[in-house]
């Protein structure tokens, strides 16, 4: 049984270097496994340090247009009311000028009106002769000889006059 105790006690001893052998490589494999892990880790933080710095980059972008837009904004507004303005007074001076139309337009026509009753009543009263006195032989009456003759100075009686 001696034999078999140094058998043993030799057998115990490969394993232990086998153990040993075993215990060294799950060791070995562990502190690899831990360095992948680190650097898993490592390039997680550096990964979520990127997003939040683009995250801040598009946000601060964002704020940025934000605020180009509402000056924009404003300038458009005032350009708007400026419009505004402008169209109304356009708009006042334009009722203004048809109002002044209208009435030039019905001042011509009564203009027009006169001068037709004017003619119209010199060619009931005109004779060959005052014809060529007055406008010659086309017939057409000079209005400023027509009111000589047709409407002559009237004389007040005297008993007027003393009062």
């Known amino acids: 049984m001696a034999s078999s105790s140094t058998g043993a006690s030799s057998g115990s001893s490969s394993f232990a270097l086998q153990n040993s052998g075993s215990e060294g490589c799950v060791q070995e494999q562990n502190q690899i496994m831990d360095q992948r892990k680190r650097k898993r880790m490592i390039s997680n933080r550096e990964s979520a340090r990127r997003s939040r ?26 350009s708007l009311n ?6 109304l007074s356009i708009e006042a ?27 119209s009543t010199s060619l009931l009263f005109e004779t060959d002769d005052q014809a060529e006195v007055l406008g ?28």
């Open 53 to 78: 710095m683009r995250k801040q980059k598009h946000l601060d972008d964002l704020m940025a247009q934000v605020g180009q837009l509402r000056g924009e904004n404003a300038q458009i507004l005032q």
């Open 82 to 87: 400026v419009t505004s303005q402008l169209y």
């Open 93 to 119: 001076e334009n009722s203004v000028l048809s109002a002044q139309a209208a009435e030039l337009s019905n001042r011509l026509q009564s203009l027009n009106e006169i001068i037709t009753y004017v003619h």
């Open 136 to 163: 010659g032989d086309d017939g057409f009456m000079n209005s400023w000889n027509a009111s000589a003759w047709m409407n002559p100075p009237v004389m007040a009686p005297a008993d007027i006059l003393m009062y």
